[in-house]
């Protein structure tokens, strides 16, 4: 089963010094010569924090020292998630050059993306580490869980890249529709509110499993474990998730270099 | 042993319209399909090989040779493994390297030598092959302290020493070429030249599409005429690039 897709990923893994270093030289092209290079986007997601922190926090009357730490991680993961899924669909699109010339593995461009995105979130990670700081943790005991989290978290938003990639070479509607749908999620998911502040409207998020993926980093972090049915909805989503990319990956692979 | 053999091999290539390529009007055809019965997909299909039954074995030094859009670049393509055929099969045997665009991948940003690096990564070379042959590259360009510069400092001719120094060094059993390369000044041009005659030595198997005449008399032994995507004429090179030769004149 999958025959073609796992030798395309276990090829894609075995190059991996190729995607980090394609990965980090688009970085750098991004931001070259300016002095602070992509901590630039820390500063503008720390202003944004900040800002949205003193009034959001006044006009949902929270107490910033609670507020601040749940709305700024969970932006910065947000940030994450939303920009593998969104560079994920134009990774193949993008990468034709290679495509057409090179025969390389295809999933390569997918984990080039993935990889990007995660060295920029490092640098934003710092405003984690900076409210965790400040503001610290109501149980510093349940951090350990946060490394499966982020793990279970990075998996899922691999394999909705890797759906939205391949459609995306072949319809290029997908993009915008994808960042519209990206951009209505944000507003259901409890980022700028609160679990709690929802009362008897709870199903908005039970029932969205942006809710959980974000849960299970952010959660950790702040002195909440996840439950069990956070657990679950992120472990299911991951496996059900690759099987789906990989069927999709096993059956179009092959017209990649046909439709970019 | 080296060896590819195609069977019955064609491509269809999609020709994408503006509209081919939306999700909407794909789902507004959907719903019209009942009505109207059969609809044009809004992509037009071109044929690009049409029925190809070829092996080519160690020694060949095969000359590609056809008028323009005779399917000479597609039928690399898929010898290269980058197309994989819409209809028949291909089996391969041995290390393929394409050279159809040598300059692929250089980073305006990078020196030299991290430029040579990254050729030698999207060409497939490991790690450790990259390192053991970085310093012969290097020389070989003669690019000498330039090599520590960003490639953005490069003049065209710079560029075209580092790409084509790295993109030869690589070893293939199976060599794919789309024109010869042809590189800077006089005395630079003397040593590519031999360079180039080591590499395809190096190999078991090169395939050339050339338009030249000249090369393809220098560097082949067989030749494959292509027409309209189909295989006119394959043997050996002097018979089929006389008749060819004879069909153009002709007209």
New interface residues.
Partial sequence: MFATALRDLRSSLA?W??WC??GW?EI??RY?RSTLGPFWLTISMGVIVGSIGVVYGALFNQNIADYLPMMGIGLVFWGLLTSIINESCMAYINSA????????PKLLFMLQAGWRNFLIFLHNFLIVILLLAVFGSKDWSTVSLFFPGLVLFILNALWIGQVAGIISA?????PQ?ISAMLQMAFYVTPILFQPGMLKDHRWIIDYNPFAHLLELVRGPLVGAAPDTLTWTVGIVMAVAGWLLALALTERYL?RI???V | MSVIRLHNVCVDLPVFELSGRSLKMHLARLGRRGRIGKDNDGVVIVRALDDLTLTLQEGDRVGLIGRNGAGKSTLLRVLAGIYAPTAGQIYSRGRIVPLLDIALGMDELSTGRQNLRLRGLLLGMSNAEIRRKIEEIAAFTELGDHLDLPLRTYSSGMRLRLAFAVSTAVDADILLLDEVIGVGDASFMKKAEGRMLDLQSRAKIVVLASHSDTVIHQMCNKALWMDRGRIREFGPMDEVAARYAAAQSAG
């Fill in positions: 190059a010094r190729l270093l394609l030289l750098r092209q070259a050059g290679y495509i057409r010339q090179t025969a390389t072949r319809f290029r509607d997908l529709i092959k270099p046909y439709w």
